[in-house]
């Protein structure tokens, strides 16, 4: 409606929205005092960085999202613990009252193709969050020194991360599992140069693990969920599992406040927030990550945390049966 690089009245746009010029008037300038478009002369209107960043179509989908999920759920979210107290079911969330459903998010999502959409797009957005891009990673874990493994990427989603980690390391095959809704088809977007080394498989997260691979990767699988179904995750991996295979998680790990920059630690609690109101799920503090691996198993030893400085996510090496677990290293 808004032309990059030009402008557009606001009688036009009354136009073509079918509202009242005074209102659209009313409306963009409330905008423009946050510095979302901008009236360069008298009636005119114009894009700032700030709007023209905003039609972004994930970028648009992500404050969709926000606006007509987000916040209906957020503002649920206290009535929802009063109401299951010390849940951690699914469907039992601010996001289920505020739909007034007893569906989980999940649920909901695979009935409404366009509101999937519209979620699935939105997550792109997260890119722009600082160590979340899926360029990155390759760089945040010493993924070389593995050297010709098989890496299992659970919850892999259409391989976007297995194909990063294959352009960047030669020696390593990879195996992307997920819902089979979510793989079909999934291998067509795999570069030609790739196809032989990655491959996709149907698979359930809570389905027992059939594939022996090396190395096991959970990237941001685990916060979506509370311990109850946390441990099952966990516990599926363990038909398959040899000594020494690694369990690679790249998730959060919560600060005590005032121990890392302002900007992190409020990125981080908001993500928290949307884990909560939206599934049940959280972000953990490291002695909750180990209490949840020792629930789960003894065998799973946390050998090293790597926790890059510019990075809202970690990466947590967990091996198998590794005899006197310590105490894990922490890097940056």
């Known amino acids: 409606m808004i032309p990059p690089g030009g402008q557009v009245s606001f009688g036009e746009i009354s136009k073509k929205t079918g509202l009242d010029e005074p209102l659209v008037r009313r409306l ?51 009535d929802a613990m009063q109401k299951w107290p010390s849940s951690e079911e699914p469907n039992e969330t601010g996001f289920c009252l505020a739909n007034n459903t007893e569906k989980s ?39 070389g020194s593995l050297g ?19 352009k960047s390391f030669g020696d390593v095959k990879l195996l992307v599992q997920d819902m089979e809704m979510v793989v079909e088809g999934a291998e067509s977007d795999v570069p030609d140069q790739l196809k032989g080394r990655i491959k996709f498989m149907a698979h359930g997260l809570f389905d027992p693990q ?32 040899r000594p020494g295979a690694k369990i690679l998680i790249q998730d959060a790990i919560m600060s005590e406040p005032g121990h890392i920059p302002l900007w992190r630690e409020r990125d981080m609690r908001a993500v928290d927030m949307n884990m909560g109101c939206f599934f049940n799920g959280r972000e953990r503090y490291l002695h909750e990550w180990k209490a949840l691996l020792a629930a ?37």
């Open 105 to 143: 998010i999940y649920e909901v999502l695979s009935a409404d193709p366009m509101r999937a959409m519209r979620f699935a797009s939105s997550m792109k957005s997260f890119d722009h969050f600082p160590g979340y891009a899926i360029a990155e990673v390759p760089k945040l874990y010493d993924w």
């Open 28 to 78: 963009l300038r409330h905008a423009m005092a946050m510095r979302i478009l901008k009236e360069p002369e008298p009636g005119l209107v114009a894009h700032t960085k700030i709007s023209k960043f905003l039609t972004t179509p994930y970028i648009n989908a992500w404050v969709s999202l926000g606006a007509q999920d987000g916040w209906p759920a957020s503002a649920r979210m206290v």
């Open 210 to 241: 059939a594939v022996q691979a090396d190395v096991y990767f959970f990237r941001m699988i685990f916060h979506n969920w509370a311990d109850k179904y946390a441990l099952r995750i966990l516990k599926a991996q363990i038909p398959a599992l």
């Open 148 to 166: 010709n493994v098989l890496i299992a990427d659970v919850g892999g989603s259409k391989g976007h991360v297995a194909i990063e980690l294959a």
């Open 296 to 332: 789960a198993d003894e065998r799973f030893v946390l050998q090293r945390v790597i926790e890059p400085e510019r990075s809202l996510l970690a990466i947590l090496e967990v091996v198998w049966d590794v005899s006197g677990s310590g105490e894990p290293s922490r890097t940056t």
